[in-house]
């Protein structure tokens, strides 16, 4: 009786997946929705660093050389279509929408006060939990970066943001046990440090 109505509470409280990546269509990749799409990022992205990783391409060159085939072709193009009377290249307008560069705008200031919520959780309000997650997180990134360049570190994330979202998507309940047991045992042990006493400014006149 209890396990089935904890079981229902939690199942009521459950978080979508979907809802928290944004609900659009880069959600709907993430989780494997848009199968085409994932597969067309894994594969491309799979390719990408077998070139520059493997292969030995190195990436400016590699886009240099892409992008003077392509205004090659499309000048050969437009020069025989003018010769023989044929229609020009299909070349889109290329500008900027204003609601993409809103949109844009919008997410990067939503990252950067994030993070500086972050900073001022660690700096102002002094939150050990903060401080333990922020250090495991660089430490990790600076060990990893001990064993691999930038380009391998892209594409293992890449691969993670295709995997971890739909393996937490299936086994979310049992994940979410696992993670709330072990934030216990981190506040607990928060708990134990000791916290220095806010220093009073001193008044001068």
Known sequence: MGDSASSSSSSSTRVSVHNSLGGGSVADLLLWRNRTGAVI????????????????????????NVVLLLVAILFLWAKSASLLNRPLPPVPNMEIPEELAVKAADDIRVWINRVLSIASDITIARNPIRLLQVSLVLWAIS???????????????????????????????????????????IRSISMKIPMMPVSKEKKYQ
Do not use: C, M
């Open 41 to 64: 990022v894994l594969v491309s992205s799979t390719v990408f660093w077998f070139l520059f990783e493997r292969a030995g391409y190195n990436l400016l060159s590699f886009v240099s």
């Open 143 to 185: 060990y990893v970066g001990t064993f691999i360049n930038s380009l391998t570190l892209v594409y293992i994330g890449i691969l993670l943001s295709l995997s971890v979202p739909l393996v937490y998507e299936k086994y979310q309940d049992h994940i979410d046990d696992k993670l709330n047991s072990t934030s216990k045992v």
